[in-house]
């Protein structure tokens, strides 16, 4: 998917997108205004947007992503490099990777990112692994790659968690079970950050019994 081609954003284009106030992604170079994109209504699919294009922009070093308040795509369009300098803060790509191997934590992270809170994440074992937790209360969903070079989310149900019963025909794509738990299949670096991160959130939201992404 080209997070920078509009067509694949087509909520962002309706008809009363010039009556109310919306909130656009606009990515600027030292030439000026680059790319100006409608955020998506919904959380969960403007999470995965914006998660696209800041991955887009660690790929291309001259470019700034901003989000940006405005009426309509023509004024967030005609705002200037220093209105934005002055007015946005950069959408800065502070926990994904540019130039090093994506991490366990890494992928942790961008996944709560997208589950949005009360989720939460944080790097264990020397930063090889990653403990995720939805509090309150709860188990301990644990991500790392296992002993068949797969990554795994392991956890422990207990009473009272109210986890429904997993149930392989409702498996989400991309998804498999484990004795421990539930695992992304054929997990590979060259997937990407967004697309791992969305694997893992999906399979969260399974085991949990949430609507997936």
Known sequence: MDPFNPTNYAPAYRADVATRPALYYVTTDDTGVRNVQRADDSPTARAIQR?????????????????????????????????????????????TPTERPITVPDIAAAAVRLLGAPWTARPTDFQTAAAITRPPGGPVYRLRIDTENDLAISYKAGEGDGLPELDPNQLPTGIGISEEGVFVEDAMEENGLVDLAAHVANALLFVTGQPLI
């Not at 998660?51 to 291309?60: D, G, N, P």
Request: hydrophobic letters at 30%; a negative charge; one cysteine or more.
């Open 51 to 95: 998660e696209q294009l800041r991955e887009a922009c660690t790929r291309s070093p001259e470019l700034i992503l901003r989000e940006v308040p405005a009426d309509n795509q023509g004024d967030a369009r005609r705002l200037t490099e220093r209105q934005l300098r002055q007015e946005h803060a950069p959408i800065l790509p502070a926990e």
